[in-house]
């Protein structure tokens, strides 16, 4: 199994005499990505906490560096094109509009007439429509022009709105950006990730799953002694049924959060010295090296040996690594992101959401950027023009969003 001429092939035809020597298409797609400006926008786009919070825990670049870093090595070690992985593992949450997921659920609710508003939809629309590189010939924007393989890789889930499997109100596509999903979708079995489109999201889940406990722990607002109260256990299970997974019984989820702790690599406690930071990073490399590891040697199991790409393969997670995994996420979800003060920050925060939404469509010829208010110009119907707003809104910084909101209310 390889990569195909196919594979490297862009939606709009580059001239070749223009294209590196030293340089593959799939390195350049990493080059086109790191330099675009809707990664550098991540820097100041909320991880777990708004990044002006405190100057130690992630935004959604340093997580997606972190991601990049994992998937990478993970997915040479299967054979994948590490670029490729690595594109796919920086572009995996360019379309995250301010505030994280909190707002990703206010602008869904504000776009629901239209289609929707979803994160990893709203990155395909990027890398294909909304960050300039190239345009096709009658000057329609064209993205970044990544190759079949890396746009592939890039999504996450390869369905329309409501055509994803057990009823999921996630998606990869909007309606009017279906003619490139469908060129370089085509030929690969319907619903069906490619492989690095499954490093990454693996590579994302343990990432955050891990970092977003160190961060926790650090920052002070989780003591690990709390993690062997029974009170505050029943807490985080709750949560990991609840969200995070749900197929899974209390009684797997309890004993996959034994077998983390008594791994050890979990401290017992944390006063902020350096000899336990020192600990905290240790955590983070036991946990990631676990979690990696365990799917790679059941993926191999499956498949054997030699290299895995694209829709030849898939990711084989063992049910007790996933479980494991679920409950890291729910002790950061329980300790910090569903804490009690933090309800009255995320209200304001779709508050703000709504209300941008209403100040770029009061004024869109001197409101918005100068790229989307062309967009919006051209529009052809209200519904076309409002997906202008919504890109507008989403693209924002959560410092740039809040600034707005200040000048404009």
């Not at 469908?182 to 079995?189: H, S, T, V």
């Not at 905290?280 to 290299?307: C, N, P, Q, W, Y």
């Not at 989307?372 to 809104?393: F, G, H, K, M, N």
């Amino acid at each position: 199994m390889s990569y195909t001429d196919r594979d490297r092939e862009r939606w709009v035809a580059e001239d070749p005499a223009t294209k590196r020597a030293d340089r593959d298409d799939f390195a350049r797609d990493r080059a086109r990505l790191i330099h675009s400006a809707s990664l550098r926008r991540l820097s100041a786009k909320t991880q777990v906490l708004q990044p002006s919070s405190d100057d130690f825990i992630r935004n959604r670049l340093t997580h997606s560096l972190e991601v990049a870093q994992i998937g990478r090595e993970f997915g040479a070690a299967l054979g994948c094109s590490a670029d490729v992985v690595d594109t796919a593992c920086l572009a995996h949450d360019l379309g995250h509009p301010p505030f994280g997921h909190n707002g990703e659920s206010a602008l869904d609710a504000l776009a629901a007439d239209i289609g929707g508003f979803e994160g990893n939809a709203q990155t395909l629309r990027i890398l294909t429509r909304l960050e300039p590189k190239r345009t096709h010939a009658d000057g329609r924007p064209a993205g970044l022009n990544l190759t079949r393989a890396s746009l592939d890789a890039a999504t996450k889930y390869p369905w329309r709105r409501g055509q994803g499997p057990g009823g999921t109100p996630k998606f990869g596509v909007y309606a009017d950006d279906l003619p490139v999903y469908e060129w370089f979708r085509a030929g690969a079995p319907p619903g069906q990730r490619s492989l690095e489109a499954e490093v990454m999201d693996w590579s994302d889940d343990v990432a955050y799953s891990v970092h977003d406990v160190e961060d926790a722990i650090a920052s002070g607002r989780l003591d690990p002694r709390r993690l062997r109260d029974a009170i505050d256990v029943g807490g985080v299970l709750a949560v990991a049924g609840g969200v995070y997974a749900p197929d899974l019984t209390a009684d797997d989820l309890g004993s996959a959060l034994e077998r983390v702790l008594a791994s050890g690599a979990v401290p017992e406690r944390h006063d902020g010295s350096r000899r336990d930071l020192a600990a905290l990073k240790d955590m983070t490399s036991r946990l990631i090296g676990r979690f990696v590891l365990a799917v790679e040697v059941a993926t191999r199991e499956r498949h054997g040996e030699g290299d895995l790409v694209r829709h030849e393969a898939d990711l084989i997670v063992p049910i007790e690594t996933r479980a494991e995994c679920a409950v890291l996420k729910a002790v950061a979800a329980h300790f910090v992101m569903y804490a009690e003060e933090r309800v009255a920050i995320m209200a304001r925060e779709r508050e703000v959401i709504k209300d941008l939404v209403e100040m770029f469509s009061q004024a869109p010829h001197t409101r918005l950027d100068p790229d989307l208010r062309a967009d919006y110009l051209a529009a052809p119907d209200e519904a076309t023009a409002r997906r202008v707003v919504i890109d507008q809104v989403a693209s924002l910084s959560d410092t740039r969003a809040l600034a707005l909101h200040q000048r404009w209310r």
